[in-house]
């Protein structure tokens, strides 16, 4: 009985220890995605799931020239996917994404708002694998993270979609920018992918 008391007093103790150091970054981690988690839980359940095209076919044939990694029907298609599900959820993955501190904070934000694996889209499989490419990109100067002027969301929501105007403003949105760059990761990197992207009209 002796023996039994000394070792619940010996477990408060590093308890109590235990509790006087700092929190380590793996337990910090964990914390923030169950808070993500019960973020999003509320989210998903007001969110509907668009409808999307399959993806499109990889056996086109493409224009003469230097052959692509990724062919642009397919690179924007996972860019128009991109963009309708990380516009959903943006008003809560901004600020989560602008505090995120490593490419571990970036892959737990992306899992909270993504479906379970079986019921993922192509383009969520895509983005996932990889965020360390997110976080690289995010962390560049060509990320825009100021608000976007009045005039410059005007145009991206009025103008006709073949203006160019309106897809120059368009491809401003954050969520769209990132939608750009991680459309052709990891068959390309996230520069070459914001270029091409950024380049052609979306449908999404």
């Known amino acids: 009985m ?24 793996t337990s910090e981690l964990e914390r ?24 499109a076919s990889i056996g086109k044939k ?14 924007f298609n996972y860019r128009d996917g991109l963009t309708l599900w990380l516009e ?22 992306l899992e909270a708002v993504s ?8 383009w969520q499989k895509r ?7 997110l976080f690289d990109f995010i962390s560049d100067s060509r ?12 145009d991206a929501l009025t103008l006709p979609l073949d203006d160019d105007r309106r897809r120059r403003a368009a491809n401003q949105f954050p969520a769209r920018q990132i939608a750009n760059a991680m459309a052709g990761v990891p068959d390309i990197g996230w520069r070459r992918s914001l270029d091409r992207c950024s380049a052609t009209h979306g449908s999404a």
């Open 32 to 55: 923030r995605v169950i808070q993500l988690e019960n973020d999003v839980a509320i989210l998903k359940q007001m969110t509907r799931w668009p409808v999307f095209k399959k993806d």
């Open 143 to 154: 990320f825009r993270r100021t608000k976007l002027p009045k005039a410059t969301v005007k």
């Open 2 to 25: 002796a023996k039994n008391s000394r070792q619940q007093n010996s477990t408060r103790g590093l308890d109590k220890v235990s509790g006087d150091q700092p929190q380590s970054a």
């Open 127 to 133: 983005l996932l694998p990889n965020p360390a490419a």
């Open 115 to 122: 479906e379970e694996p079986d019921l993922r889209r192509n």
């Open 62 to 75: 493409t224009k003469p020239g230097v052959k692509e990694k990724i062919e642009d029907e397919v690179l």
């Open 88 to 109: 959903a959820y943006w008003p809560w993955m901004e600020d989560q994404l602008c505090q995120a501190r490593s490419p571990e904070e970036v892959g737990a934000i």
